[in-house]
């Protein structure tokens, strides 16, 4: 049965409970787009992006960005760089509603747009996106391939 949750801007004092969270969906839960790990993420971080979803004072979901888009003749916008869902919370709205937390924070930072990257052959993270009301972006990847 769906549980209810609420959603917060994230503080410092969710880092443990945020860490414990990623350890729980690393490994065969995480999608192909990201393998790493959120503590990458926790020192550049741009707060008021970042949100929490709590079951009670539980952390059952994370959202995790920082600001950037200058570097690609973009205006500033906002990427998201990393998130989880508690297993038990997942297929529940939490992932929706951590997205639309952060492109709505996104809109009064005055960000040009909120951007994912994924892999080309995760169609389940690009689903999940999509349905997040995200939509195929303006940058293309180029790569020099160095093995056979
Ligand atoms: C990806 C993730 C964040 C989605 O969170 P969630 O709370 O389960 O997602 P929601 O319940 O809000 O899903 C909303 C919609 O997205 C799509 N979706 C979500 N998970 C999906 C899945 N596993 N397969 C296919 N579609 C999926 C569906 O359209 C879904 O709507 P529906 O349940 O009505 O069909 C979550 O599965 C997760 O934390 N996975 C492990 C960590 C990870 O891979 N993070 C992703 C990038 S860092």
Known sequence: MARSFRIRQ???GDF??????DRKVAGRERARSYQQHVSRYLDNYFPPLCQV???GDKVVGFILGDVKGWEYGLGP?????????????????????L????VAQ?????????HAIV????????????????????????YAPLKE
């Open 99 to 102: 997205i639309r937390a952060f």
């Open 119 to 142: 892999r080309g052959g995760d169609r389940r993270l690009q689903g999940f996106l999509k349905a997040a009301g995200l939509q195929k972006g303006p940058l293309v990847d180029f």
């Open 10 to 12: 994230m503080t410092p």
């Open 77 to 97: 916008s906002g990427w998201i760089d990393i998130m989880g869902v508690d297993p038990e919370h997942q297929r529940q709205g939490v992932g929706l509603a």
């Open 106 to 114: 996104c809109r009064r930072q005055k960000l040009s747009a909120a």
């Open 16 to 21: 443990p409970a945020i860490l414990d969270l």
């Open 53 to 55: 979803a709590l079951d």
